[in-house]
């Protein structure tokens, strides 16, 4: 995510985005940065707008177009060098200066390519971002994302915990610590992630069926009930979301709802949307942000 202060001259632009208007967004990033190519964060948030459109590839190529413009302003020696070394010099030049903008910029392509199911790649850019700046939150959280990927849970909960030390408003921290909680069999240790969550965000809906899924577990079948009939009302193509409420009707004993539930349940796609994702869920898609 970019902050305001880095994004001053671009006022129309974040605008847009912030509204969802992402090709006025994009048509207004690519005027201003014909204007003047070497505006780094101009780079990023236009990155930033083909993630949300959901075009990743892009994304990612935007991202190694910010960072090669800031290798050439940080470290000229680099200009007409192939990227690679570019990239690798301007890593040690971060590293020796902590400069935060690359680490973040790493940060964001990774989430770019683990949307694109690139983890190998998406690795190599965290553990890039964790070498210039070890306490960098999102970086960490996305590290979690990686290894839980790979069954290495513990090691996840692990990275998960450390991004909340240093942010604990991390909202993808967040969700992987309860997450993984949740996979131990320790619902109660992940309720409290998950009502922090939907506290910071109540628009993630995925967010509220972890909540519901943790009741559940707890036998707090009229809490259950509570949050995951939200998840369906936020997003009727929730399908986990009717299959968890078919499970708490019938913990509840009231047969036909369960078969209510069960019934829309069967006639929901497997591939059918699971509402608007702002973090990374059940598909590892979330939106990227401007504050």
């Given amino acids: 995510m970019l902050e305001k202060n880095e994004l001053a001259d671009f006022k129309e632009g974040v605008a847009y985005f912030k509204n969802g208007e992402y090709s006025k967004a994009k ?16 780079w990023s948030a236009l990155a930033l707008v083909h993630f949300n459109e959901g075009n990743f590839a892009e994304s990612v190529r935007v991202f190694d177009k910010a960072i090669g413009f800031y290798a050439r302003l940080k470290c000229p020696s680099v200009t007409g060098k192939p990227f690679e070394e570019q990239e690798r010099e301007l890593v040690r030049f971060c590293k020796e200066s902590r400069d935060a903008f690359l680490a973040q910029a790493y940060t964001m392509k990774a989430q770019a390519l683990i949307n694109m199911n ?16 070890p306490w960098h939150s999102y970086a960490l959280a996305w590290k979690a994302d990686l290894l839980i990927h ?14 909340l030390k240093y942010d604990p408003k991390n909202t993808i921290a967040l969700f ?10 320790k619902p109660g240790e992940a309720l409290p992630c998950f009502e922090r969550l939907v506290e910071l965000d109540p628009d993630e ?16 079948g009229g809490e259950a009930l509570k949050y995951v ?8 193509t929730h399908k986990d979301g009717w299959y968890l409420k078919s499970l708490v009707h019938k913990a509840l004993g009231q047969k036909d ?3 209510k539930c069960l019934y829309r349940y069967s006639q929901v796609p497997v ?13 590892r898609g979330n939106k990227q942000t401007i504050h």
């Fill in 27 to 42: 048509e207004y990033f690519k005027e201003r940065l014909q204007e003047n190519p070497w505006h780094v964060n101009g």
């Fill in 118 to 133: 690139r983890d190998d790649d998406a690795e190599k850019c965290v553990d890039l971002a964790l070498s210039i700046d």
């Fill in 150 to 163: 790979r069954g290495k849970e513990e090691e996840g909960l692990k990275s998960a915990r450390m991004a």
């Fill in 176 to 185: 992987y610590k309860g997450k993984v909680l949740l996979d131990m069999r």
């Fill in 205 to 220: 809906v995925n967010g509220w069926f972890y909540l519901g899924a943790c009741c559940y577990e707890l036998r707090k």
């Fill in 229 to 236: 009939s939200r998840v369906v009302e936020m997003c009727p």
């Fill in 257 to 259: 709802e369960f078969e």
């Fill in 271 to 283: 591939d059918a949307p699971h509402g608007k994702a702002t973090i990374a869920t059940i598909d």
